[in-house]
């Protein structure tokens, strides 16, 4: 099993900055992708940004110019840096990695618990 762990959300000010980590563990072979999906009350869950082990992202529209994925594949960590929050940003976030726990076994895509992030003055 692949266990993921967020950290970074909060409270911050519109036209702030947030940094989000989530770190996956566990009975890890090898991970592909690793992202963020947001979920807002009685919105469909949408992309944020995801990252391959080489470096390759994808950013949602409504976050790209505003956002930056990283990640440190020694660490199998992500990070999102999000930069001139907006209200509209208010979500929770959730960090999701498509990863297998063999050389033989499938990837199967794990998920985070979320970390809410509010923007709000």
């Known amino acids: 099993q692949v266990q993921l762990v967020e950290s970074g959300g909060g409270l911050v000010q519109p036209g702030g900055s947030l940094r989000l980590s989530c770190a996956a563990s566990?009975?890890?072979?090898?991970?592909?992708?690793m992202g963020w999906y947001r979920q807002a009350p009685g919105k469909q869950r949408e992309l944020v940004a995801a990252?391959?082990?080489?470096?390759?992202?994808n950013y949602g529209a409504s976050v790209k110019g505003r956002s930056t994925i990283s990640r440190d594949n020694t660490k199998n960590t992500v990070y999102l840096q999000m930069n001139s929050l907006k209200p509209e940003d208010t979500a929770v976030y959730l960090c999701?990695?498509?990863?297998?726990?063999?050389?033989?076994?499938?990837?199967?895509?794990?998920w985070g618990k979320g970390t809410l992030v509010t923007v709000s003055s």
């Open positions: 999701y990695a498509d990863a297998r726990t063999n050389y033989d076994s499938a990837y199967v895509i794990y």
């Open positions: 990252i391959t082990s080489g470096g390759s992202t």
């Open positions: 566990g009975s890890i072979f090898s991970i592909t992708w």
